[in-house]
T-cell receptor
Framework: GQNIDQPTEMTATEGAIVQINCTYQ??????LFWYQQHAGEAPTFLSY??LDGLEEKGRFSSFLSRSKGYSYLLLKELQMKDSASYLC??????????WGAGTKLIIKP | IAGITQAPTSQILAAGRRMTLRCTQD?????MYWYRQDLGLGLRLIHY???????GKGEVPDGYSVSRANTDDFPLTLASAVPSQTSVYFC??????????????FGPGTRLTVL
C-alpha cells in the first residue's frame, strides 16, 4: 500500500529553527509537495521537489532524497504566524496526490 | 480574482437527505478534485476530473457522485447522506499539465455534519 508518515505534532520557540520530516512509500514518484494549513482554513502550497537536494524559498526550505523516500521542511526564524499544520504529499505514478496526515506545529513565545 | 469558491460554508444535514456541494473556479484550470479531510487522516481523494466532460474515482468514491459539464464548475452530490460522511470537504483545481509540477489550489472548504 501507499503510505506517508510525518510526526503528529511538534513544538518550537519563536525565532528558532524547526525541521519537519516526511517519509513515504508510494507506487511511483512524480514529485513531493509541502502545504501549510492554518486551523479552519484551506491548505496552501509551499514547495515542490522532484529532484534530490534542497530547495530554498525565503525562510522555508525543502529537502528530498528519493533513494531514502525522505523529505523534510525546514522553517527558519520562526514566527507566531507559522503555527499551523504542515502537510506532505507525494504524486504517485498515476499523477494523484497521496497525503500525509499532517504535522501540527505549535510555536511558543 | 476569486480563485476557487465553495458553497455552502457549512451545513447540518439529516441522514438520508440529498446534498450537493458546489465548487467554482475562475482560473481556467483543466483539472478539479474533491477531497475530504478527517481528524488524524490525510486528505482523501473522492473524485477528480482531468478536463471538462470527464470524471474519475478517487480513493473513497462510494456514496458520492460528480459531474463536470463545463470548465468552471465541479459539484459533488451525496445522494443519501450518512453520518460517516461528516467531514470537511475541499475542492481543488490545477492546470492539469502532464508531469509532476501540477500544483493544486484549494477552495475554503465546506464543513458538513450529518446527523
Amino acid at each position: 500500500g501507499q503510505n506517508i508518515d510525518q510526526p503528529t505534532e511538534m513544538t518550537a520557540t519563536e525565532g528558532a529553527i524547526v525541521q519537519i520530516n516526511c517519509t513515504y512509500q508510494t507506487s511511483g514518484f512524480n514529485g513531493l509537495f509541502w502545504y501549510q494549513q492554518h486551523a479552519g482554513e484551506a491548505p496552501t502550497f509551499l514547495s515542490y521537489n522532484v529532484l534530490d537536494g534542497l530547495e530554498e524559498k525565503g525562510r522555508f526550505s525543502s529537502f528530498l532524497s528519493r533513494s531514502k523516500g525522505y523529505s523534510y521542511l525546514l522553517l527558519k526564524e520562526l514566527q507566531m504566524k507559522d503555527s499551523a499544520s504542515y502537510l506532505c504529499a507525494v504524486m504517485d505514478s498515476n499523477y494523484q496526490l497521496i497525503w500525509g496526515a499532517g504535522t501540527k506545529l505549535i510555536i511558543k513565545p | 480574482i476569486a480563485g476557487i469558491t465553495q458553497a455552502p460554508t457549512s451545513q447540518i444535514l439529516a441522514a438520508g437527505r440529498r446534498m450537493t456541494l458546489r465548487c467554482t473556479q475562475d482560473m481556467r484550470h483543466n483539472a478539479m478534485y474533491w477531497y475530504r479531510q478527517d481528524l488524524g487522516l490525510g486528505l482523501r481523494l473522492i473524485h477528480y476530473s482531468n478536463t471538462a466532460g470527464t470524471t474519475g474515482k478517487g480513493e473513497v468514491p462510494d456514496g458520492y457522485s460528480v459531474s463536470r459539464a463545463n470548465t468552471d464548475d465541479f459539484p459533488l452530490t451525496l445522494a443519501s447522506a450518512v453520518p460517516s460522511q461528516t467531514s470537511v470537504y475541499f475542492c481543488a483545481s490545477s492546470e492539469g499539465a502532464d508531469g509532476g509540477t501540477d500544483t493544486q489550489y484549494f477552495g475554503p472548504g465546506t464543513r458538513l455534519t450529518v446527523l
